[in-house]
């Protein structure tokens, strides 16, 4: 809890409510485990690669933005060094979310590092309602993506990555800014803040090391971070 070893926060919790109320910290560290929250539907990934939640209460047609980052298992700021190459010794797991226009995460996914975002993305795209709008970059860039989509009646834009000819082409000729002002593409921008947040508030970093626990713990974060939204006034 916030970046605290087991033992700290049960101090924590028993100078807040008084210790005859607070558990003993392995009893926290075994509960923390199996938190799921109210109305979400579960999926693991075969081969104990990871698991997704679906907050199937937050799924209704909208404009949907999907992305990935990275949790560290060892020391903060890890995951900066694998995004520019660092060649350090990298433990870390990839936490994928999927949020509406309104800034609530809808889905959430964790899975160790040799998933990739793209099946992230199928396995999602099953629960994601008809008619609504997905919005994701090169990393979920895949014709698979697309011809789901499509079959889902649901609109999907990506930046097309180098190896796709004919949507490179097209992408150029139009040029970026038309491209994302035809396909609503920039909004997606507006919920970068998304991950920043959920790190600024509980660490970039774990003190778990198994999926399970790290699972169960970001559905509990990403719920917090959902509950604290405040609607903007019109």
């Known amino acids: 809890m916030f970046g605290l070893q087991w033992r700290q926060t049960e101090g924590l919790l028993k100078e807040i409510v008084g210790e005859e109320?607070?558990?003993t910290y392995p009893q926290i560290r075994e509960r923390s485990k199996y938190y799921e929250a109210?109305?979400?539907?579960?999926?693991?990934?075969?081969?104990?690669?990871?698991?997704?939640?679906?907050?199937?209460?937050?799924?209704?047609?909208?404009?949907f933005f999907i992305d990935s980052t990275g949790l560290s298992l060892k020391r903060r700021s890890l995951w900066r060094s694998f995004k520019f190459k660092n060649p350090l010794n990298q433990k870390w797991v990839k936490m994928h979310i999927l949020m509406n226009k309104e800034g609530q995460i809808c889905a959430l996914a964790l899975?160790?590092?040799?998933?990739?975002?793209?099946?992230?993305?199928?396995?999602?795209?099953?629960?994601?309602?008809?008619?609504s709008r997905i919005y994701g970059d090169k990393a979920y860039f895949a014709r698979k993506n697309y011809k789901m989509s499509a079959e889902r009646n649901i609109e999907f834009h990506s930046p097309p990555k180098k190896n796709a000819r004919k949507e490179v082409l097209m992408y150029k000729k139009l040029g970026y800014e038309r491209w994302a002002?035809?396909?609503?593409?920039?909004?997606?921008?507006?919920?970068?803040?998304?991950?920043?947040?959920?790190?600024?508030?509980f660490g970039e970093s774990t003190n778990d090391?198994?999926?399970?626990?790290?699972?169960?713990?970001?559905?509990?974060?990403?719920?917090l971070l959902n509950s604290s939204l405040i609607p903007k006034p019109k």
């Open 38 to 63: 109210e109305g979400a539907k579960i999926i693991k990934l075969p081969g104990n690669r990871g698991s997704i939640c679906i907050f199937t209460d937050l799924l209704k047609q909208n404009d």
């Open 111 to 131: 899975t160790n590092s040799t998933v990739s975002d793209s099946e992230i993305f199928r396995e999602i795209l099953r629960y994601v309602p008809r008619r």
């Open 21 to 23: 109320f607070v558990a």
């Open 209 to 223: 090391r198994t999926l399970l626990p790290i699972f169960s713990s970001a559905i509990l974060r990403c719920s």
């Open 181 to 201: 002002a035809d396909t609503g593409y920039k909004q997606r921008f507006n919920k970068e803040y998304i991950f920043a947040r959920y790190k600024a508030i």
